[in-house]
């Protein structure tokens, strides 16, 4: 992303690990090897993991270039056991796919307290800023051309889907009115001016939900989930560990049934929707892991109370692992 974003890019990205006991926890009955961390954002969790055991070796990986910098000048100490590289984690089969088994996979999803932060980034509806939300400063689609370019119906569809927002369709239509649309404040008054007042007043801020489903869609966050997850399991070697740190239903929904066929608990139930054609060559190996994997957490973790009241943005989290088979 903006990696060149200012001097104090890297001195003051901050990242808290959410649920830090439990992920080190349960990575550490995996056998030594390489793990990946897959949004390694500023290093938090993988620094702790890294001190929980000395044979374990680090594959880093981020598609935002301030998260990268911040994650090498955290992680400097840990020498060659750390390699950076960065992608998206839909593409860790081509990063990740010649170095052998990988006994550990961490996946902590969404947006970071520092890409909210950083007002220039877009992400957040609490700075006036361009319209930008991209992880990844060299990706072409913006949040810009989302609001200005994409049709009315292709906008109330992505706000209804990835904000579950019951207003989609009049927030579509009044981005439509006041188009072109040129800073978030722009698109927070189009939202707040579409929603009802009664509306406005519950729920926390009335641009959350859209502002989140504009995100997902700039950076295509749940087509590459699937994408990573459905590398991962090909890529985990006996006894080996994936986990992944959800903050929201519908990336949960998706890790929760990959989880669920991989286990064979699941066989009838449909693919999760993706904007990824898989030919049935793919659909076919995708079958075929069927029953390879034990979930190791029949509901999700959630953080403790303690833990949500010194980090409220923890809230939202849940946690699931699963464990590839031996035989």
Do not use: C
């Amino acid at each position: 992303m903006n990696g060149g974003e200012g001097s104090g890019a890297v001195s003051d990205f901050q990242h808290r690990p959410v649920m830090s006991r439990e992920v080190v926890e349960l990575l550490l009955p995996v056998p030594n090897g390489l793990l990946v961390d897959g949004t390694v954002g500023g290093g938090g969790h993988a620094s702790l993991l890294l001190d929980a055991r000395p044979d374990w070796r680090l594959l880093a990986i981020d598609r935002d270039a301030e998260a990268l910098a911040a994650a090498r000048s955290r992680l400097a100490r840990f020498g060659d056991r750390v390699e950076f590289v960065q992608a998206e984690f839909g593409d860790l089969g081509e990063v990740a796919g010649e170095r052998g088994d990988i006994v550990g996979l961490l996946l902590d999803l969404g947006v970071s307290s520092h890409q909210l932060d950083r007002a220039s980034r877009g992400f957040s509806y609490r700075y006036d800023a361009p319209l930008d939300m991209r992880m990844d400063a060299g990706s072409e689609l913006t949040a810009a051309t989302v609001v200005n370019e994409y049709s009315e119906e292709l906008i109330a569809a992505l706000i209804a889907h990835n904000g579950e927002e019951r207003f989609a369709r009049r927030i579509a239509r009044e981005i439509i009115r006041r188009r072109p649309l040129h800073t978030t404040g722009d698109l927070v008054d189009a939202i707040t001016a579409a929603i009802p007042a009664p509306a406005r007043r519950r729920g926390g801020h009335p641009a959350k939900r859209t502002f989140q489903a504009i995100r997902m869609e700039v950076n295509r966050e749940l087509p590459n989930l699937e994408r990573g997850l459905d590398e991962s399991v090909h890529l985990i070697g006996p006894n080996g560990r994936i986990l992944v740190l959800a903050y929201h239903s519908l990336e949960d929904r998706i890790v929760k049934q990959r989880f669920q066929q991989w286990a064979g608990n699941d066989r009838d139930a449909p693919e999760p929707p993706s904007k990824i054609p898989l030919d049935e060559v793919r659909r076919a190996e995708l079958r075929a892991t069927e029953s390879v994997v034990t979930v190791l957490t029949r509901k999700p973790l959630r953080p403790q109370p303690v833990e949500i009241a010194d980090n409220p943005r923890a809230e939202s989290a849940r946690l699931r692992a699963a464990q590839r088979n031996a035989g």
